[in-house]
């Protein structure tokens, strides 16, 4: 993999904190921290996920199928209004099927995926 450059330090994301060291033989060293996400907001994001795992344990037959029915009502629905980002979307849907034992039906998904 080729130096990184000043170049790509500008090209970074705006979450990205970038900064460049010189070395001393005039090589650039580029230290990359991402500045998005404190250790608390690891944990949140890992129980998140915990939630769409836990339901693919308890209903393997239905958690993929459904996991799937919400990411094509996503696609739909994020042309016709606003949406919660995809990951949120399947962590709202997954935490409130494992509450109930019937199946969710379009509406209620509907809700859970709309803002």
């Known amino acids: 993999m080729p130096p990184l450059t000043a170049t790509d330090a500008a ?28 250790p608390g907001s690891h944990k949140a994001q890992v129980s998140k996920l915990r939630q769409i795992m836990v339901l693919a344990e308890e209903r393997p037959a239905q958690a993929h199928k ?5 990411e094509e009502m ?4 994020s042309r016709e209004t606003r949406v919660k980002s995809l990951f949120a979307a399947m962590v709202d849907v997954a935490r409130v099927q494992r509450s109930t034992r019937r199946r969710l039906n379009a509406t209620e998904l509907r809700a859970l995926i709309a803002k």
Request: charged share 20%; proline share 3%; no cysteine.
């Open 66 to 70: 459904l996991l799937l029915r919400v």
């Open 11 to 38: 090209a970074a994301p705006a979450s990205i904190s970038v900064s460049i060291f010189s070395g001393t033989k005039r090589r650039y060293k580029m230290m990359v921290r991402s500045t998005a996400h404190s």
């Open 74 to 77: 996503h696609r739909e629905l």
